[in-house]
Nanobody
Framework: QVQLVESGGGSVQAGGSLRLSCAASGRLAGIYCMAWFRQAPGKERERVATLPLYVSTAYTTYADSVKGRFTISRDSAKNTLYLQMNSLQPEETAMYYC????????????????WGQGTQVTVSS
């Protein structure tokens, strides 16, 4: 089993920044991909960014809407995943989830085995 605990959410004004963290613990050896997803009320959960763990970070992916503003990264020594979010917009208000999977990175949420409880991000105009 893998446990994921997100933190760092909060309320910011449009144009502001937040850094989310996801502390991972448990049996991490079989995890090949970690990712951030978000889900706004009434909308489907969508991939924000993915980070493969055993290949070049050049294979990191981002949703088109966040490219150039968000950065996914990982501190392997701390088993912690991060999401730096800059220039946040009100439409990005959502619950943000950390996910881990035993398959190569995909954008489909159903391919991930483990999920955190989520951290709320609220962006006001």
């Amino acid at each position: 089993q893998v446990q994921l605990v997100e933190s760092g959410g909060g309320s910011v004004q449009a144009g502001g920044s937040l850094r989310l963290s996801c502390a991972a613990s448990g049996r991490l050896a079989g995890i090949y991909c970690m990712a951030w997803f978000r889900q706004a009320p009434g909308k489907e959960r969508e991939r924000v960014a993915t980070l493969p763990l055993y290949v070049s970070t050049a294979y990191t992916t981002y949703a088109d809407s966040v490219k150039g503003r968000f950065t996914i990264s990982r501190d392997s020594a701390k088993n912690t995943l991060y999401l730096q979010m800059n220039s946040l917009q009100p439409e990005e208000t959502a619950m943000y989830y950390c996910a881990a999977g035993s398959l190569p990175c995909k954008v489909v949420s159903s391919t991930y085995n483990y999920w955190g409880q989520g951290t709320q991000v609220t962006v006001s105009s």
